[in-house]
């Protein structure tokens, strides 16, 4: 059975920062892509990051570049979304997200094989 586990959530002051880690057991993110989404109250998900752990490709939102860094630490099964400068619209649930995936560069959709529980982030101002 494969679990994604999400944590490193919590709550932060506005310009503060967090680091989220996902860690997988029952699926290896070796020659994988890892995606972080998040929702927050009463809007859709949408994806925030991701990373193509073949060939170290990666892709962030247009929120998220400058203040957000995904990587990955194979030994550890584990992929990490350090989130810096965060503002208060950065408050929602985050998700972790994996598939098999052999090929350059990152998916251009959201067809991910596995999915993690979420962890709540909350930014107050």
């Known amino acids: 059975e494969v679990q994604l586990v999400e944590s490193g959530g919590g709550l932060v002051q506005a310009g503060g920062s967090l680091r989220l880690s996902c860690t997988a057991s029952?699926?290896?993110?070796?020659?994988?892509?890892i995606g972080w989404y998040r929702q927050a109250p009463g809007k859709e998900r949408e994806g925030v990051s991701c990373l193509s752990s073949g060939d170290g490709s990666t892709w962030y939102n247009e929120s998220a570049k400058g203040r957000f860094a995904i990587s990955n630490d194979n030994a550890k099964n584990t992929v990490y979304l350090e989130m810096n400068e965060l503002r208060s619209e950065d408050t929602a649930i985050y998700y972790c997200?994996?598939?098999?995936?052999?090929?350059?560069?990152?998916?251009?959709?959201?067809?991910?094989?596995?999915w993690g529980q979420g962890t709540q982030v909350t930014v107050t101002a």
């Open positions: 997200a994996a598939r098999e995936w052999a090929i350059y560069g990152v998916p251009l959709d959201d067809n991910y094989d596995y």
């Open positions: 029952g699926f290896s993110f070796e020659d994988s892509a």
